[in-house]
C-alpha cells in the first residue's frame, strides 16, 4: 500500500445546523433532533474541529491506522446525518400460538406472553431512542444510529427461542425494514 500523506488525513465539512464543541477527546455534536456525545479516547486518532471542517488524522501509517481512519469518519458522518435526518427501524412481532404484547414503560421494554411465559421478557432501550408498539409492529426512531440498532438487537435476543427447532418455532420479533428519517 502506498503511503501518501493526505491518505492519512480526513476533512469533513460540517452540515448547516449543526454545532460541535471539542473538549480534549469528547465531542459534543447539537443539531436540529438533539444532540449527542462521542469518545474518542479509546480511537487512536487525533480529532480537531476548526473553520467549519472536522480534521481527522491517524496516528500511525500502516493499513490498520487507515481503516480505523475510515471507521471515525463513518461515526461522524453517521452522527451528522441523524441529527438532521433521524433513523427508523421497524419491527415485526410474529407469533403463532400465544399472541404477544409488547409494552414500554420509562427505559424499559416488557415483552409479555412470549410462548405463553408467565412472566415478561424485558430488555433496555439505549440511549435516546423512541419506541413505539402499534399493533403488530414495533416502530423504533431517534438520532444516534448505534443506539436504536443496539435497542433492536437487545430485543431480537430477548426474544430468541431457547432449546427448540428455531426452523419451527418463529415466535419472536424481527427487523423488517431500516431507513434514514423519523417516521411517526
Known amino acids: 500500500m502506498s503511503t501518501k500523506p493526505d491518505q492519512f488525513q480526513e476533512v469533513i465539512d460540517i452540515p448547516e445546523g449543526i454545532d460541535i464543541t471539542m473538549k480534549k477527546h469528547m465531542m459534543q455534536f447539537q443539531g436540529p433532533l438533539g444532540k449527542t456525545f462521542k469518545s474518542f479516547r ?3 486518532v487525533n480529532v480537531s474541529v476548526n473553520d467549519g471542517k472536522v480534521t481527522i488524522e491517524a496516528q500511525g501509517k500502516r493499513k490498520k491506522d487507515y481503516s480505523i481512519l475510515h471507521t471515525s469518519r463513518s461515526l461522524i458522518k453517521n452522527i451528522f446525518e441523524g441529527l438532521t435526518i433521524g433513523y427508523t427501524i421497524k419491527m415485526k412481532v410474529v407469533y403463532a ?13 416488557s415483552i409479555e406472553n412470549f410462548q405463553g411465559e408467565r412472566s415478561p ?3 433496555n432501550i439505549v440511549g435516546n431512542t423512541k419506541v413505539n408498539p402499534k399493533g403488530e409492529d414495533l416502530i ?5 444510529l448505534t443506539d436504536i440498532t443496539q435497542t433492536a438487537a437487545n430485543i431480537e435476543l430477548t426474544t430468541k427461542v431457547k432449546n427448540k ?5 418463529l415466535d ?13
Not at 400460538?97 to 421494554?109: A, E, S
Not at 423504533?140 to 444516534?144: A, F, K, S, Y
Not at 425494514?177 to 417516521?183: C, F, L, Q, S, V
Open 42 to 44: 479509546k480511537i487512536p
Open 172 to 184: 419472536g420479533i424481527y427487523i423488517y425494514e431500516k431507513k434514514t428519517g423519523i417516521e411517526k
Open 121 to 123: 421478557r424485558t430488555t
Open 140 to 144: 423504533l426512531t431517534g438520532e444516534v
Open 165 to 169: 427447532d428455531h426452523r419451527v418455532f
Open 97 to 109: 400460538h400465544f399472541p404477544i404484547t409488547v409494552k414500554v414503560k420509562d427505559k424499559i421494554i
